[in-house]
T-cell receptor
Framework: EPEVTQTPSHQVTQMGQEVILRCVPISNHLYFYWYRQILGQKVEFLVSFYNNEISEKSEIFDDQFSVERPDGSNFTLKIRSTKLEDSAMYFC????????????????FGSGTQLSVL | GENVEQHPSTLSVQEGDSAVIKCTYSDSASNYFPWYKQELGKGPQLIIDIRSNVGEKKDQRIAVTLNKTAKHFSLHITETQPEDSAVYFCAATPPGGTSYGKLTFGQGTILTVHP
């Protein structure tokens, strides 16, 4: 069964450093997302991406965050200058095969990248 | 914006019993309500969903009910098994446009099924 793949599973970084979290969405999906979950809190929407541009972003997704689909398979989240409060589990998700727009809301999640900022 | 509240935060049942998890939402425009199951070390996995034009949906031992007037929806698991033990999340999303896939999640419920 196709799945969303995220690497690395764990990332430790120093405050102020840049990190790139990587995701390989399901191959023929059209919509891509990043969510995060701070320990003990709800899973929160960060950004959605469609047709090579951001569709919507949350208040959390400020100028230190960026997303990119550098090729036909990868989808990345970059945090330019990490802060302690960026420590969280980051989930990538994808949805919607061409011609099946009714299922665009059915998100498939990866296993997440646990980011620890020291 | 949308706010989703989920109860209970933990639920412990004996194998074979039923389990019910409840969620309320605030935005009457929300029209899609998925439920996700998250096992240890894995990402959330969609187990069932319901759209606002339907009151109930069932898939084997799992069912979801929606009350649009009261703005609440529930997950029902019958004949629970130990492998049902996981964290369950409800979510809500508004109609499409740029908000496709913009899920607002509940807090999660840790379900433990004792053999």
């Amino acid at each position: 069964e196709p799945e969303v793949t995220q690497t690395p599973s764990h990332q430790v970084t120093q405050m102020g450093q840049e990190v790139i979290l990587r995701c390989v969405p399901i191959s023929n999906h059209l919509y891509f997302y990043w969510y995060r979950q701070i320990l003990g809190q709800k899973v929160e929407f960060l950004v959605s991406f469609y047709n090579n541009e951001i569709s919507e972003k949350s208040e959390i997704f400020d100028d230190q965050f960026s997303v990119e689909r550098p090729d036909g398979s990868n989808f990345t989240l970059k945090i330019r200058s990490t802060k302690l409060e960026d420590s969280a589990m980051y989930f990538c998700a994808s949805s919607a095969t061409p011609g099946v727009r009714a299922f665009v809301e059915k998100l498939f999640f990866g296993s997440g990248t646990q980011l620890s900022v020291l | 914006g949308e706010n989703v509240e989920q109860h209970p935060s933990t639920l412990s049942v004996q194998e074979g019993d039923s389990a019910v998890i409840k969620c309320t939402y605030s935005d009457s425009a929300s029209n899609y309500f998925p439920w996700y199951k998250q096992e240890l070390g894995k990402g959330p996995q969609l187990i069932i969903d319901i759209r606002s034009n339907v009151g109930e949906k069932k898939d084997q031992r799992i069912a979801v009910t929606l009350n649009k007037t009261a703005k609440h929806f529930s997950l029902h698991i019958t004949e629970t098994q130990p492998e049902d033990s996981a964290v369950y999340f409800c979510a809500a999303t508004p109609p499409g446009g740029t908000s496709y896939g913009k899920l607002t999640f509940g807090q999660g419920t840790i379900l433990t099924v004792h053999p």
